[in-house]
Structures are given as C-alpha cells and as structure tokens.
C-alpha cells in the first residue's frame, strides 16, 4: 500500500519542510500567471513578482531531490523560457528533455493558430538519473528485426486527451491533467514506493497516480475546497486511468 499525503499551505513554505534529498520525483504544475481564476487566489502576478516566486519553489524542489531525482514541470509559454534559465542556469539542474503535450481540442481561436498543445521541462538533479524506458514503451508502428519487441521510446511528443467536462473523472478545476499523461511520468522516473511529491495539487491527479502504481506522495495544494476534492478523488473507487496514448493500443502493421 502506498502512503498518500496532502496538505493545505504555499508551496514553497511546505517545500521547506521536507528533509534535504529526500524526493524521488517532483511533478510540478504551477500556474501559468494567465490570469485564471483558482477559487481563493487568482493567477495574476507582476513580471518579477512572477520570476521570484518560480525562482523560491523551484529552489526548494532542487533541494529535496535525491541526487537520482527527477523534476517534470508544466509551463505556459509566456514564462517557459525564463523557467528554463533559472532551472538550467541559476540552480545548474541538468536538462533532459522539452516535452510537448498535444491535445486534439482545445480554444478556437479566429485570428492566428489555436493552441494545441503544453510544454513540460523535464530536468534532472545530476547526470545520474532514474529513468525506466522499458515501462513506458509504445507499440512499434511496424516490426523490424532490430527493434525492439518490449516497443518503442514514446518520444517527446504526447498525445493525450484533455479530461472533457463530460468525462466522470472531471473534476472541478481549471487545468485538470489526465491522469496517462502523469503515468508516463511517474513510470519513467520511479519505482515502487519512491516518494513523489507535487507542489501545486490542484485536482490531485499526481496523488490519484501515485495511489494506483504503489508510490509514495506528497500533494501541496494552498486550496481548501481542492484538498478537500483531492481527497474525496483518493477515496473513490478506481475504474481505470481517465486517458491513454492511443499508440498503447496498435499492432505493428505487418503482424495483423
């Protein structure tokens, strides 16, 4: 049984309760400074005033990670730039990968493109990371004697679908993830009983996985009714993940 924790506080100030490498994996979504709405704060900071509080909570999960340890962290793409220099440049994490998160749906735009897609940072702590590509390999399109049988690398394009309102997992928040999307993540870069910890809450997908796949979490949301959601969510029974990459489910071409 995994041990399943949230806790209502900033996310920054609860980082700094957790012991020094002490997390196997953050998978952080914080929001996007976009202006949207999260019931008892709003999501609209100054420039700078922005900067700094990316720069004191991104700080702290440098700190809890094991020198093994993972960061995946949602952005938007008005500050994902400065994100990565603060990551890379200022606190000497270690890049690995800028996933892109394409979704079918999405807002309409009529003048210029409509979005289609999120980006997520992947960073590590030290060269010397944990990652299991084997539990996370999709299904060959075709079969070739030099590929490998167990599947393909999934790559860093992601495609999974947005939780739709009519979906019975929809929860009431604004930037709800599925929950395939936050698998991957926690497949790739943990095993059994890591401890996983999540920053920025919200919905309480992170936890919601973690509970399933028999890690350890910890979930930091600043919001009653969230936590309260969250933990309604985790008590719930479990039907199956709310989304899947629809590659999980080919056969390679010339084996039909």
Same mark, same amino acid.
């Given at each position: 049984?995994? =041990?399943?924790? @949230? !806790?209502?506080?900033?996310?920054?100030?609860?980082? %700094? /309760?957790? #012991?020094? $490498?002490?997390?196997?994996?953050?998978?952080?979504?914080?929001?996007?400074?976009?202006?949207?709405?999260?019931?008892?704060?709003?999501?609209?900071?100054?420039?700078?005033?922005?900067?700094?509080?990316?720069?004191?909570?991104?700080?702290?999960?440098?700190?809890?990670?094991?020198?093994?340890?993972?960061?995946?962290?949602?952005?938007?793409?008005?500050?994902?730039?400065?994100?990565?220099?603060?990551?890379?440049?200022?606190?000497?994490?270690?890049? =690995?990968?800028? @996933? !892109?998160?394409?979704?079918?749906?999405?807002?309409? %735009? /009529?003048? #210029?493109? $409509?979005?289609?897609?999120?980006?997520?940072?992947?960073?590590?702590?030290?060269?010397?990371?944990?990652?299991?590509?084997?539990?996370?390999?999709?299904?060959?399109?075709?079969?070739?004697?030099?590929?490998?049988?167990?599947?393909?690398?999934?790559?860093?394009?992601?495609?999974?679908?947005?939780?739709?309102?009519?979906?019975?997992?929809?929860?009431?928040?604004?930037?709800?993830?599925?929950?395939?999307?936050?698998?991957?993540?926690?497949?790739?870069?943990?095993?059994?009983?890591?401890?996983?910890?999540?920053?920025?809450?919200?919905?309480?997908?992170?936890?919601?996985?973690?509970?399933?796949?028999?890690?350890?979490?910890?979930?930091?949301?600043?919001?009653?009714?969230?936590?309260?959601?969250?933990?309604?969510?985790?008590?719930?029974?479990?039907?199956?993940?709310?989304?899947?990459?629809?590659?999980?489910?080919?056969?390679?071409?010339?084996?039909?």
């Amino acid at each position: 049984m995994s =041990n399943i924790e @949230i !806790v209502m506080g900033d996310a920054a100030e609860e980082l %700094r /309760k957790l #012991g020094d $490498s002490s997390v196997d994996l953050i998978v952080a979504d914080p929001p996007y400074n976009l202006g949207k709405n999260y019931g008892n704060n709003q999501d609209s900071k100054g420039f700078e005033e922005y900067l700094s509080f990316s720069k004191k909570w991104s700080t702290e999960a440098l700190r809890i990670l094991k020198p093994t340890g993972t960061l995946y962290v949602f952005m938007g793409f008005r500050f994902i730039s400065y994100l990565y220099h603060i990551l890379d440049r200022e606190l000497g994490m270690f890049f =690995n990968s800028w @996933i !892109v998160w394409h979704y079918t749906q999405g807002m309409g %735009r /009529k003048k #210029g493109f $409509s979005p289609r897609h999120d980006d997520i940072l992947m960073f590590t702590k030290s060269k010397r990371y944990k990652f299991n590509l084997d539990s996370v390999r999709v299904p060959q399109k075709y079969y070739r004697d030099r590929n490998n049988m167990r599947g393909a690398n999934p790559g860093d394009v992601w495609i999974f679908s947005h939780v739709h309102y009519c979906n019975e997992n929809r929860q009431k928040h604004p930037t709800q993830k599925p929950e395939g999307l936050i698998e991957r993540m926690v497949l790739a870069s943990t095993d059994k009983g890591d401890l996983v910890v999540d920053p920025f809450c919200g919905s309480g997908t992170t936890l919601r996985v973690c509970q399933q796949l028999e890690r350890d979490a910890i979930g930091i949301e600043i919001n009653p009714e969230y936590v309260s959601m969250t933990k309604d969510r985790l008590s719930s029974s479990f039907q199956g993940f709310d989304s899947l990459d629809p590659r999980t489910e080919r056969v390679p071409l010339d084996l039909r």
